[in-house]
């Protein structure tokens, strides 16, 4: 390109910086690849600079030096996204944040941190207090904070507290901006929406103030089931079930147990299973609820024993994919709600094995709901697109996976305020430019 990259290099003295082609391309890259769609639309971008900051004013030297240069700058947490979100799609600057990872103080539920912190490594620290993250996604040992509420959406704890857009799940935020001159923001309360699931386009966050949730010991457990739909009924009631202490309900239709195999010997061919995490104290009434249903407890671990090994939670979520894209890299997947059991009932009945159902129950609006991580059997863009419109007419509402524009994966509408907001912080675009179709729409005019 036409930078001075020797000035540019000059400029950026005293911060880490990378520039080995192998680092780039695995710096510049995320999950994306779960989609067979986006897999050739961004498997050829790459920074040409990777940088990682220690502290705030270093971020705001990246910033200064990117403004005037008019380098792109894309932010990129521990680039576990699905969509694409941290994957620069015009070159530029990365500015990797896994370095700025304190923990600044925890207190009665709230916590202020540098947004590089691991969402694991937090909750160690915070359950020494009797705290821990409301919700944290299935990627919680190796992703970051910063980049969960810049791409993710909700995981294990939304059962109890809904989604990370929910107003209250975050508190405040402070921001560096891409103007002539870069200033450091502080939001709070409703104006964190700004930049609260903003793919990183409109401002760096550099520390995060977060509400936190009271520690149980939690259980893991697994029940099985002949019949989907009772696994799901099941599932339901659990979430509804207001005494009941719990973390986690997944809950996979056969044949999705096969594909976990490491849990092989406690999902026998032919069930289907919930996998949870309940209080310890919420066993006994658990028991029972499975009882009601038909179901079998065919593993349980309590809390010391389930810090020791992998989690349950690492096979639930995004992670269900993980594994069974392992045993057969064709499959795909969808992100669904479906509101009901009846639409779940619907769905299973028309697509049978090509949509294997793996449901996320979750709170909205105060209710409990199925939402749907479905395995997808891929075999073209037309049919996956077929799927998605009869979902869709059925009162589905779909996140769809298969995009890295902001506004087509979840909420399908332009935001006026986090437009108003890139408009204010970054008036030369260079903020992950291509992922905001209303920035793209109102000034990269062609
Ligand atoms: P990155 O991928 O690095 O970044 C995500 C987005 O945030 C990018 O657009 C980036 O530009 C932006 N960003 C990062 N840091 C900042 C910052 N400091 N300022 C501004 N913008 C920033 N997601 C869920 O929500 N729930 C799940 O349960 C879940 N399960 C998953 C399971 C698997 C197997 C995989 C591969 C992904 C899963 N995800 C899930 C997606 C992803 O792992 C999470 O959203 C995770 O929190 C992203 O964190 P990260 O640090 O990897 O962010």
Same mark, same amino acid.
């Given at each position: ?53 220690? =502290? ?139 930049? =609260?699931?903003?793919?990183?386009? =409109? ?79 919420? %066993? ?49 997947? %969808? ?37 749907? %991580? ?73």
């Amino acid at each position: 390109s036409s930078l001075d990259w020797q000035a540019i290099h000059a400029e950026l003295t005293g911060i880490e910086t990378i520039t080995d082609p192998q680092q780039l391309t695995k710096l510049s890259l995320d999950y994306y690849h779960f989609s067979p769609i986006l897999q050739p639309q961004l498997a050829d971008k790459r920074a040409d600079l990777v940088v990682r900051p220690v =502290n705030e004013a270093q971020v705001q030297q990246v910033a200064q030096v990117c403004v005037r240069h008019k380098i792109p700058l894309t932010v990129r947490g521990a680039g576990t996204g699905n969509y694409g979100q941290c994957i620069p799609l015009m070159g530029g600057i990365v500015l990797d944040t896994t370095r700025m990872n304190q923990i600044l103080w925890i207190k009665e539920g709230v916590a202020a941190v540098e947004v590089g912190v691991k969402m694991a490594a937090f909750d160690k620290q915070a359950r020494l207090q009797g705290w821990e993250l409301r919700m944290y996604p299935s990627t919680y040992r190796t992703a970051t904070l910063g980049g969960f509420i810049g791409g993710g959406s909700g995981g294990i704890g939304s059962i109890n507290y809904g989604q990370l857009r929910d107003r209250g799940n975050v508190y405040g935020a402070r921001v560096v901006t891409l103007e002539d001159h870069p200033r450091i923001l502080t939001l709070r309360g409703d104006e964190v929406q700004q930049i =609260n699931h903003a793919y990183g386009t =409109n401002g760096i966050i550099t520390q995060l103030e977060i509400p936190l949730a009271p520690a149980y010991p939690w259980a893991e457990v697994i029940v099985t089931f002949g019949d989907f739909l009772t696994a799901a009924r099941f599932g339901q009631a659990l979430s509804d079930g207001d005494g009941l202490v719990k973390k986690l309900v997944t809950v996979c239709a056969d044949p999705i147990g096969g594909y976990l195999t490491a849990l092989q010997e406690f999902i026998p061919p032919g069930q289907s299973c919930a996998l949870l995490m309940v209080a310890e104290s919420s %066993l006994d009434p658990l028991e029972a609820l499975v009882k009601d249903y038909g179901g079998t407890i065919t593993y349980q671990k309590r809390a010391q024993e389930a810090q020791k090994g992998t989690s349950l939670a690492e096979f639930t979520w995004n992670h269900t994919t993980l594994h069974a894209r392992a045993v057969d890299p064709s499959l795909t997947y %969808l992100q669904t709600f479906y509101f009901d059991l009846e639409r779940v009932a619907a769905m299973y009945e028309q697509f049978g094995d090509e949509v294997m159902i793996h449901l996320e129950f979750l709170r909205v609006a105060g209710r409990a709901i199925p939402a749907g %991580l479905q395995l997808v059997r891929y075999t073209t863009p037309e049919r996956l697109g077929a799927i998605i419109e009869c979902h869709e007419a059925q009162g589905c509402a779909i996140a769809n996976p298969h995009t890295y524009i902001l506004e087509d994966g979840g909420r399908k509408v332009i935001d006026p305020l986090q437009l108003a907001f890139k408009e204010q912080v970054d008036p030369y675009g260079l903020l992950n430019p291509g992922k905001m179709r209303a920035w793209g729409e109102k000034f990269d005019r062609k």
